[in-house]
């Protein structure tokens, strides 16, 4: 079974720059999620989606953050201007229905601002 | 004060040892107890899943949860290279969906 996957694998941008990273989740799956994770700390979850609804965004920055899943399945996270405090690395991950069920985590994108 | 506080480490021990890794959370709510295991540049992966208190073995692994104490720890019996890693503990509240992750305590396993 194919894990989650994501894309680039490794970014870099000066300040008020725009980025995307693409996630496609396990196959199935019906939950996905979009975890921030800065240096030294553990993930953040910034947005969970159900099929191409939103469950909760409470903690993403929206004046500057967008997440969208059309048709369920892929997702993209952009990033739009970037700030030197974006400098984290932006790990996908998706679960069969969400709640209780394991959540499966992807390699992450690592992304700098300069 | 963060909901879960872990201690990050570095914790270097030699190979054979038993480590014991902890987590100390201050919300009532939470009732779902995870450690993830994330080696360099890779994501996270489940390694002990745990509900309320009591304790949980997987070979090597043993996941203890004590609920009145809000502190929870993961041992690793005869510790090997192969588990030098990063281990985050996360919880969840009953009925939630979110994981509230701790910040990570780095081991490094050595011959």
């Known amino acids: 079974e194919a894990g989650v996957a994501q894309s680039p694998r490794y970014k870099i941008i000066e300040k008020r720059q725009s980025v995307a990273f693409w996630c496609n989740p396990i196959s199935g799956h019906a939950t996905l999620y979009w975890y921030q994770q800065i240096l030294g700390q553990g993930p953040k979850l910034l947005i969970q989606?159900?099929?191409?609804?939103?469950?909760?965004d409470s903690q993403l920055p929206k004046d500057r953050f967008s997440a969208e899943r059309l048709k369920g399945v892929d997702s993209t996270l952009k990033i739009q201007p970037a700030k030197l405090e974006d400098s984290a690395v932006y790990l996908c991950?998706?679960?069969?229905?969400?709640?209780?069920?394991?959540?499966?985590f992807g390699p992450g994108t690592r992304l700098t601002v300069l | 004060q963060k909901e879960v506080e872990q201690d990050p480490g570095p914790l270097s021990v030699p190979e054979g040892a038993i480590v014991s890794l902890n987590c100390t959370y201050s919300n009532s709510a939470f009732q779902y107890f995870m450690w993830y295991r994330q080696y360099s540049r890779k994501g996270p992966e489940l390694l002990m899943y745990t509900y309320s208190s009591g304790n949980k073995e997987d070979g090597r692994f043993t996941a203890q949860v004590d609920k009145s104490s809000k502190y929870i720890s993961l041992f690793i019996r005869d510790s090997q290279p192969s588990d030098s890693a990063t281990y985050l503990c996360?919880?969840?509240?009953?009925?939630?969906?979110?994981?509230?992750f701790g910040t990570g305590t780095q081991l490094k396993v050595e011959l």
């Open positions: 989606f159900q099929n191409n609804g939103v469950v909760d």
């Open positions: 996360a919880m969840r509240a009953g009925g939630g969906n979110k994981l509230t």
């Open positions: 991950a998706s679960s069969w229905r969400g709640g209780a069920d394991t959540q499966y």
